[in-house]
């Protein structure tokens, strides 16, 4: 029996059993093709091969056949016939069942347990095979009759792919921590301290725990990790005081934060991915494309380092920065819930804001849920068509989809919605837009933010719109009733306002 590990970081354990059909490989190597006879509805769901920081996902069931018979997939069975009668050992069967994600790390090692071949009704012979990973993901299995590491009997392989890396302990809510610690036996008394130690004390190290034994220090090191803080680089605004940092995590992504400082507050500004999937055709972080998701503890690890620029004390935190929030919102919502934990950070949730383009299943997740922090949306502009030219999205959520949207959050949670609109010059700055603007919003409890476009390179196309044009917007909807304020933009010198951080070649 093959121990399980942790497949993916902030997973719970499990093993990833493929079933196969004989597939021809080279040894060590990546797929070349698959039998005439090999079950192409299972093999179509994986990927050959996966470039460094790209995710693989798939959703795969299979079923607890010890005979290898059949296997689930997505709710159909699939039979394996080239299979039947092997044995795979008492008390073991196919066991994977739900979503699993890799994710390609370079420098990482994956273990891989190869089942061979063997005669009906006998046990497989295990060999574990453990190598640095070199930026690739390989189906490194194989097993045919004619193979020269076919074993007897052939006709099939059992697969475990494995991470070895250890998952990052920071990404654990207080309660997922609680059901860890539990399965090592820890009692619950402890789970506090712990998780106090983790995030509002900082612990680098499980040996910076005092007054946590040293044997249960050690059954955490040994099956969990904390992550060193990412490299951080610093730009400092010469006309506003605005700090721009940028974050390299292990696997050389990037991501920026910035801290946004008032008369007597300061704000922080996080990034949910390196890089953007949205497009949207003004925003340099769009022009990225999508690098990965965030864990929650790299989005924690920009929040400490935030707080630590702003002398220990913010007053808000806005999710404004790289990436569409809501296109991570497992990793979000759990930074979230960390960071309000009274244990953890002890931030409050109404001193939280999420901004999105307006992806609608999850605004109205959102409204449904607990969670007490704050709704903004970026309507960008109030014209459907300029939308879709100015964001890929408008194709997949309409401007209508989106308010209704919004109305239900408010109905549901009796909270303001902020809605963000972006003045371009000439395209749509005049008083005429800010009557569609009023007629698209009426009836809802919101507060609009007028934001002046910031060039980014390549951007030429547009331009911003001047002051003039947008207090005159102003004006129109505050004389209409709705709370308008025309957002004074920080950090442009060093490429921190709105729409400009890339984590990229020039000016941090």
């Not at 910076?208 to 904390?226: C, H, P, S, T, W």
């Not at 700090?243 to 949910?272: P, Y």
């Not at 698209?440 to 507060?447: A, E, F, G, S, V």
């Amino acid at each position: 029996m093959v121990r399980h590990r942790h497949f993916l970081p902030g997973v719970p354990a499990q093993r990833l059993r493929v079933a196969v059909s004989p597939l021809k490989a080279r040894p060590g190597g990546e797929i070349i093709r698959a039998d005439e006879n090999a079950p192409k509805n299972v093999l179509r769901h994986f990927k050959s091969r996966v470039l460094a920081g790209q995710p693989l996902q798939q959703r795969l069931r299979f079923g607890a056949d010890p005979q290898l018979e059949r296997v689930n997939i997505r709710g159909g069975q699939q039979r394996l016939g080239g299979l039947r009668g092997l044995g795979v050992g008492q008390g073991e069967g196919l066991v994977l069942e739900g979503r699993f994600h890799i994710t390609a790390l370079p420098g990482q090692h994956y273990g891989v347990v190869v089942a061979r071949g063997a005669a009906a009704g006998q046990r497989y012979d295990q060999q574990e095979w453990d190598r640095p990973f070199d930026g690739h993901i390989f189906p490194l299995l194989y097993n045919n009759p004619g193979h020269p590491d076919g074993g007897p009997g052939g006709g099939g392989i059992i697969a475990i792919i494995e991470q070895m890396t250890k998952p990052d302990i920071r990404d654990f809510t207080r309660q997922e921590l609680a059901g860890a610690m539990i399965a090592l036996g820890e009692k619950g008394s402890r789970i506090d301290r712990i998780f106090n130690f983790l995030h509002r004390k900082g612990a680098e190290s499980f040996a910076a725990m005092d007054g946590v034994q040293e044997e249960f220090r050690n059954k955490l090191a040994a099956r969990y990790d904390i992550a060193p803080a990412p490299a951080m680089e610093k730009r400092v605004s010469k006309i506003d005081k605005t700090i721009k940092l940028l974050f390299t995590f292990s696997d050389g992504a990037k991501a920026e934060g910035v801290v946004l400082f008032n008369k007597e507050t300061a704000s922080a500004c996080l990034s949910s991915q390196a890089g953007c999937a949205c497009g949207c055709t003004f925003c340099a972080t769009g022009a990225l494309g999508f690098k990965r998701d965030l864990k929650p503890s790299e989005i924690l690890a920009q929040f400490a380092a935030c707080r630590r620029e702003a002398g220990g004390k913010l007053d808000s935190v806005v999710f404004m920065g790289m990436g569409e929030p809501f296109l991570n919102w497992a990793n979000v919502r759990k930074s979230v819930l960390i960071l309000a934990d009274n244990k953890g950070y002890n931030f409050p949730q109404s001193k939280i804001t999420v901004s999105t383009v307006g992806i609608v299943p999850v605004i109205r997740d959102l409204a449904d849920s607990r969670l007490g922090i704050r709704l903004a949306v970026s309507l960008i502009t109030a014209d459907e068509a300029q939308r879709a030219e100015l964001t890929p999205m408008a194709k997949k959520y309409s401007l209508r989809e989106i308010i209704g949207a919004a109305r239900y959050y408010g109905d549901r949670t009796k909270r303001s919605v902020l809605f963000e609109y972006i003045v371009f010059d000439g395209l749509n700055d005049t008083p005429e837009d800010a009557k569609k603007l009023l007629a698209l919003i009426k009836d809802l409890i919101c507060k609009v933010n007028l934001i002046i476009y910031n060039p980014v390179p390549g951007g030429a196309v547009y331009k911003p719109g001047s002051v003039e044009k947008a207090k005159e917007m102003q004006k129109i909807l505050v004389e209409a009733g709705v709370r308008t304020h025309l957002r004074r933009e920080k950090g442009a010198d060093i490429a921190a306002a709105c729409g400009q951080l890339a984590a990229g070649p020039g000016p941090l």
